[in-house]
């Protein structure tokens, strides 16, 4: 009996080895939802990203057949297969996933909500004036928890007002009212789901990186790594010059405790003026701004003897870093 093949089209086998080959050719793969993505918005984004970024759509099962028959060489990959949802499309890019996904927020731009869509964040309605004469708007603005006042004619919104919190789903009422205040709290782009790169698979949530409070973070962690280096007494090039500072305040403090017998020329009100003031002028010549230091009478000599050990080291070190040491 003759054994009967399925027919299977020409573009369809043609596709399945275009993928095979791009999954060869680029560093990075990645799993897109293209849901609600309107199409002269596509079209815009792929000719923005076309030298950075490749979009492949077709059909989900041709990029499930691509990426079986590469699971042998591309160790990981079929994990991807995870993350489809929505309508999954690939990209393709040379980028590491955190510029790629970088690259793709950068690219989403504000859009009305539409009644179904859940809301991304808090959806809030701030005070103040509106477009609207009195009428049966206020009804609408109401229903919503808004309290509203006429001003000069025209509709005023009382207080700031969450209508919406994140992950609430947008009702058709709402959705009329934010398009008429022109409220666009949606995102039109491409939703980076998942990508692969160097044999690792990356959820989308976690390439997601806010770089201000990372920054933030870094400083944060700087600072107090800085000060547990300082408290310890642990030398090395940041903590070498304020070390220095501290002893050389140290010193001072510890030669204005001594108690010396002074004779009647260093007892004058006007030399322990003088000292006062030298001692001053000196902390604040060390760089050590906001520190107050109340001079008491000390023998002249022993400090400033004291003094010079203290600005010699510390000109050692303004010499090191000029010279880039």
Do not use: C
């Not at 500072?245 to 322990?272: C, G, H, M």
């Amino acid at each position: 009996m003759e054994k009967i093949t399925a027919h299977v089209a020409e573009w369809k086998k043609n596709k399945v080895e275009e993928i095979k080959r791009l999954i060869d050719s680029y560093k990075t793969i990645g799993i897109i939802d293209m849901a609600n993505m309107p199409s002269s918005q596509l079209q815009k984004m792929k000719a923005q990203l076309k030298d950075r970024i490749l979009i492949v759509m077709t059909r989900l099962r041709l990029i499930k057949l691509a990426l079986e028959n590469k699971k042998d060489s591309k160790k990981g990959l079929s994990e991807l297969e995870k993350y489809f949802k929505g309508v999954p499309a690939l990209i393709f890019s040379n980028e590491d996933s955190f510029k790629i996904s970088k690259t793709l927020i950068k690219n989403k731009s504000p859009a009305a909500a539409k009644p179904g869509q859940t809301a991304p964040y808090d959806i809030m309605i701030p005070k103040g004036p509106t477009p609207f004469t009195p009428g049966p708007v206020i009804a609408e603005l109401s229903q919503l928890g808004l309290k509203t006042s006429v001003e000069a004619g025209k509709i005023s919104i009382k207080d700031d007002t969450v209508v919406a919190k994140a992950g609430a789903v947008i009702s058709d009422k709402l959705a009329n009212v934010l398009a008429k205040l022109g409220i666009e709290p949606m995102e039109i782009g491409l939703n980076l789901v998942a990508t692969y790169e160097n044999g690792n698979v990356y959820d989308g949530s976690i390439l997601r990186i806010d770089e201000k409070e990372y920054t933030d973070n870094i400083k944060k962690l700087y600072k107090e790594s800085l000060n547990l280096a300082l408290n310890i007494n642990f030398l090395i090039k940041d903590t070498m010059e304020i070390t220095i500072k501290k002893a050389y305040l140290d010193t001072l403090a510890l030669a204005n405790s001594i108690k010396f017998e002074v004779d009647k020329e260093t007892a004058k009100p006007e030399v322990q003026e003088q000292k006062s003031s030298t001692i001053k002028q000196s902390v604040k010549e060390a760089g050590l701004t906001g520190t107050i230091i109340e001079a008491k009478p000390v023998d002249y000599k022993q400090f400033k003897e004291h003094e010079k050990v203290a600005q010699d080291i510390l000109k050692n070190l303004q010499d090191q870093k000029l010279r880039g040491k």
